[in-house]
């Protein structure tokens, strides 16, 4: 599902480069579910967001689905990540003008579904908020906010979410429900699940943790959770 090969990316401070990544390589097969680890300014959120075809890397490839998402033009990976991926953040991201059923209809409408008030009301009753579906995201905790957010990314069924810090703003218990529910709609739906979190205790809930150092992979071991 997803094939990363030798990223490294680099920025330029004033005349000298700064490596953030390194070589990073390993391949994700589809229905995984894998954390990224490591301290902050490892080098996480940037390997996301190549991973995801938000940047694009100094050196290397990314192979999403069998798709090389550097030889795209933004069109066409804005277009790639529509219809095959869906992103859950830290800051939760939702529109607060809409409430948790309008913000989940959002994607759907604008692919012209046809069915999106009633997708919009499965996803949100499975997230366990049947009941919040006219609220108002000021209306709703941290983590009933992060379910909206979870269920508007399920929304498209892509085949991959990424999830950059999700329970960062969640206190631990709440945090460890979220992950808990990015587990069960891993299973039930079979999209891959790549989430990047610098607490390893979240972390080992993933069936597989790959864990950075300074732009580096120190560590690709499989968990004790799901098979990926």
């Known amino acids: 599902m997803l094939e990363a090969r030798n990223l490294t990316k680099e920025y330029r401070v004033g005349d000298r480069p700064l490596t953030v990544l390194r070589d990073v390589s390993f391949t994700i097969p589809q229905g995984a579910f894998v954390a990224i680890i490591g301290p902050s300014g490892s080098g996480k959120t940037t390997l996301l967001g190549l991973l995801a075809g938000l940047d694009t890397p100094s050196r290397g490839t990314v192979l999403?689905?069998?798709?090389?998402?550097?030889?795209?033009?933004?069109?066409?990976?804005?277009?790639?990540?529509?219809?095959?991926?869906?992103?859950?953040?830290?800051?939760?991201?939702?529109?607060?003008?809409?409430?948790?059923?309008?913000?989940?209809?959002?994607?759907?409408?604008?692919?012209?579904?046809?069915?999106?008030?009633?997708?919009?009301?499965?996803?949100?009753?499975?997230?366990?908020?049947?009941?919040?579906?006219?609220?108002?995201?000021?209306?709703?905790?941290?983590?009933?906010?992060?379910?909206?957010?979870?269920?508007?990314?399920?929304?498209?069924?892509?085949?991959?979410?990424?999830?950059?810090?999700?329970?960062?703003?969640?206190?631990?218990?709440?945090?460890?429900?979220?992950?808990?529910?990015?587990?069960?709609?891993?299973?039930?739906?079979?999209?891959?699940?790549?989430?990047?979190?610098?607490?390893p205790a979240l972390a080992a809930r993933a069936g597989r943790t790959i864990r950075l150092s300074d732009g580096v992979v120190v560590e690709d071991r499989v968990t004790a959770g799901n098979a990926g």
Do not use: C, W, Y
């Open 64 to 199: 999403l689905d069998g798709a090389d998402i550097g030889t795209m033009d933004e069109d066409r990976r804005a277009r790639l990540r529509g219809e095959k991926v869906g992103f859950v953040f830290q800051s939760f991201q939702l529109i607060p003008t809409l409430t948790a059923i309008e913000n989940v209809q959002v994607p759907l409408e604008l692919r012209g579904s046809a069915h999106a008030a009633g997708r919009a009301r499965e996803l949100l009753t499975r997230v366990g908020l049947g009941d919040r579906l006219d609220h108002f995201p000021t209306e709703l905790s941290g983590g009933e906010q992060q379910r909206v957010a979870i269920a508007r990314a399920f929304s498209n069924e892509p085949r991959i979410l990424f999830a950059d810090e999700p329970t960062g703003n969640l206190d631990s218990d709440t945090g460890q429900r979220i992950v808990e529910l990015l587990e069960q709609l891993n299973r039930e739906s079979g999209a891959t699940v790549v989430l990047v979190t610098h607490d």
